[in-house]
């Protein structure tokens, strides 16, 4: 019986999970938004949110956790404590959002996207200025044929 078993284990092992959790975790503060399966979000959420609050806490034994036990990489823990951390400084939780997407075709599993919450919105600003810019492309190719 799983009485008191909090994890799912996503048919895999024990360090397998833990392995995928961690990468996956490296991705989501390194892109600040993912991809992946509903499943694999809900898990990636609760540890996520978790090192987001050791990363508050700050200190030597919170970095050096976050470093060697979770997430093995010094870039992304850099910017977990310098960056992401300092977002969130006034927030008491829900760092995290799960939007569902759709489901995927060949297996018809509900792919979610998560996303840190107060992220910076870089994409807009590149649509934006795409859209102007083909705004712009447009007025000068009218002005071209105009003047002809």
């Known amino acids: 019986m799983r009485h008191r078993v909090a994890d799912k284990k996503l048919g895999r092992t024990y360090e397998h999970k833990k392995a995928l959790l961690s990468n996956m975790a490296i991705s989501l503060f390194r892109h600040e938004r993912i991809e992946t399966t509903l499943a694999k979000a809900k898990l990636l959420r609760v540890k996520a949110e978790r090192m987001i609050t050791w990363a508050k806490r700050g200190g030597l034994a919170n970095i050096r956790l976050l470093e060697g036990a979770l997430l093995h990489n010094k870039d992304t823990v850099g910017k977990?404590?310098?960056?992401?951390?300092?977002?969130?400084?006034?927030?008491?939780?829900?760092y995290t959002r799960i939007m569902k997407l759709r489901n995927r075709k060949g297996d018809n599993a509900l792919i979610a996207i998560i996303e840190l919450?107060?992220?910076?919105?870089?994409?807009?600003?590149?649509?934006?200025?795409?859209?102007?810019?083909?705004?712009?492309?447009k007025d000068a190719k009218k002005?071209?044929?105009t003047k002809k």
């Open 80 to 94: 977990l404590v310098k960056v992401i951390a300092p977002r969130y400084k006034d927030r008491q939780g829900g």
């Open 117 to 137: 919450v107060d992220r910076v919105k870089k994409e807009k600003k590149v649509k934006k200025e795409g859209k102007e810019a083909v705004a712009e492309v």
């Open 143 to 145: 002005t071209e044929v």
